[in-house]
């Protein structure tokens, strides 16, 4: 494979690193620095593992969510941003596209709607996005988010919905534990590399743990069928 980049790789990710790690430093949603950094290290590993280009993968994992469209509402604005941070750093065209699409088509869209990341790469860094979804560290984010965005922990009067559609998705303002019925309990089946599929299903398996003590303790009571009646939902 021809080298991606003339520059000095390493100089380029160190200054990424720290573009992003000024940027997003408290960020309280969720998608601070910590996370940015979890899934550098998660990437960097699956790209070890699955033979993936390690500087596109390292810059599209640490640049991911430098405009997340949650909150700039713009589902462009993170490859625009990634896209004029790079150029300043003189990297070449053809890796900051790559970086790019990868950004662009890296979020779930709602479950209805088909995962668009031809490339390797681009199968690594959503990998390693998707497994800090998961498990411990994916229940804290997605109460801290829900905390964040106002939503409720949970109402037994709304349903969890399967989103036909990105837009669908993007104007839910459904609960916290709605969440993992629309999203997280479904990553599992989405990973692309095999690698991430193993991690994956030991977090998965957590989850559905803490799901199930969650309605137990809601219910104020014992009754396993709690948890079972609403995963038929």
């Given at each position: 494979m021809p080298p991606t980049s003339t520059v000095d790789t390493s100089a380029v990710i160190t200054a990424t690193a720290a573009h992003v790690q000024a940027k997003l430093s408290g960020e309280g949603s969720g998608h601070d620095w910590f996370h940015v950094e979890r899934v550098w290290r998660m990437a960097t590993h699956l790209a070890e593992q699955e033979g993936a280009d390690r500087f596109v993968v390292e810059l599209a994992a640490l640049l991911h969510d430098v405009a997340d469209w949650k909150f700039s509402g713009d589902a462009m604005a993170g490859a625009r941003e990634a896209r004029a941070w790079l150029e300043s750093l003189g990297v070449e065209r053809a890796a900051i596209d790559h970086v790019c699409d990868i950004i662009t088509n890296l979020s779930f869209k709602g479950a209805g709607v088909p995962d668009r990341m031809p490339t390797k790469e681009g199968m690594v860094v959503q990998d390693a996005d998707r497994l800090d979804a998961l498990g411990a560290i994916g229940i804290a984010r997605a109460f801290a988010y829900g905390g964040h965005a106002h939503r409720e922990v949970y109402n037994p009067s709304v349903p969890p919905a399967h989103h036909q559609s990105f837009e669908d998705y993007r104007n839910n303002r459904g609960t916290t534990i709605n969440h993992f019925y629309?999203?997280?309990?479904?990553?599992?089946?989405?990973?692309?590399?095999?690698?991430?599929?193993?991690?994956?299903?030991?977090?998965?398996?957590?989850?559905?743990?803490?799901?199930?003590?969650?309605?137990r303790e809601w219910d104020g009571n014992d009754r396993e069928t709690a948890y079972q009646k609403r995963t038929q939902q």
């Open positions: 629309e999203k997280l309990l479904l990553l599992k089946d989405r990973m692309n590399t095999p690698t991430a599929r193993t991690i994956a299903e030991e977090r998965h398996a957590f989850m559905e743990e803490f799901l199930q003590r969650f309605f």
